[in-house]
């Protein structure tokens, strides 16, 4: 079984920074693609940032120059750093990982940013 475990959230001030973890454990083989995707009280869930095996990056335009996503490949970390926090950043971050040809969530930090 694989585990996802989120870890980093916190209640900051608008234009702070935070850094979430995400570290996979258990039966792992080929990450492919690590990503993060939030939640907002009664909005849908959405991509934030995502990063392939190959590098490749991707962010969701509201973030973009603000949020760094990275890898510790020989821990099976994912990392999403935040920076310049604004108030509509406020959400359940939660990590996602394809090992393989399955698909993994983990429980979700709550990131709240105050005006």
């Known amino acids: 079984q694989v585990q996802l475990v989120e870890s980093g959230g916190g209640l900051v001030q608008a234009g702070k920074s935070l850094r979430l973890s995400c570290a996979a454990s258990?039966?792992?083989?080929?990450?492919?693609?690590m990503g993060w995707y939030r939640r907002a009280p009664g909005k849908q869930r959405e991509l934030v940032a995502r990063l392939t095996s190959t590098g490749t990056t991707y962010y969701a335009d509201s973030v973009k120059g603000r949020f760094t996503i990275s890898r510790d490949n020989a821990k099976n970390v994912v990392y999403l750093q935040m920076n310049s926090l604004k108030p509509e950043d406020t959400a359940v971050y939660y990590c996602?990982?394809?090992?393989?040809?399955?698909?993994?969530w983990g429980q979700g930090t709550q990131v709240t940013v105050s005006s």
């Open positions: 258990g039966s792992i083989s080929n990450i492919n693609v």
């Open positions: 996602n990982m394809q090992i393989e040809y399955s698909y993994y």
